[in-house]
């Protein structure tokens, strides 16, 4: 009797940072998917400034004998590594192994899970669940250029008020981004000029860094009441990456069967 093929192995796929944190965090993140479920096979790898890159990742797995891959990019939001950098450096090593079969699956914004991960940062940081009408909240991203991933972000934000919190701001960590949202101080500024009673910040990111730590920075600098921390290896977060591989494993055995 013939055993079934393994399952493809779940690539993570982070930017990567000098900061140390950034890199454990992703081991953290990684390591709660695989306390999850038994499989996939679950590895990790970084575009720049950390090893393993993913080019060597790929090229190991081909060595080892894998044939399938679903690479999921550790990213927010749509935008620029997502649709350059990512595909060109998978392009790459599938050009250098014909026999690993490589797709990339859908970034982890928007989706619900993103905003319980969202709120169990804030009522970790010291919010309750009956503080929501009282409570304005500034959504503070890293910050992007890219239309699509600006306009994801707005649109969360006003999601997000929906479910009964005073206000929801979108922000992003420095002014450097034009086009973009203000910086994470001036939503916290403006919402206290517009009588807001509690401001919390919270971070729209995965990982510590440098974008943010600005974020926090800016939070403390202009006063506000909570600054939750990064989302980190939030259950909510480990789940979602496992639905994003379900999806592209789905997609695929549609595409086989139509």
Known sequence: MTSP??????LVIA???RDPRHAATVAALCARVRSLRAGPRVEAAFLDFNAPRVGQVLDRLAAEGSREV????LLLTRA?????????????ATARHPGLRVRQAEVLGPAPLLTRALERRLYEAGLRPGDRRSTGVVLASAGSTDPEAIAVIAEIAREWRHTGWCAV???FASAAFPGGFPRTEDAVRALRAEGVRRVAVAPYVIAPGRLPDRIARGAREAGADVLAEVLGPAPELARLLLRRYDEARARELTALTA
């Open 5 to 10: 093929a393994p399952a493809p192995v779940l």
């Open 15 to 17: 930017h990567g940072s």
């Open 70 to 73: 679903i690479a999921l990019p």
């Open 80 to 92: 620029f590594h997502a649709k350059a950098d990512i595909p060109a450096v998978l392009r790459e």
């Open 169 to 171: 701001r979108p922000a």
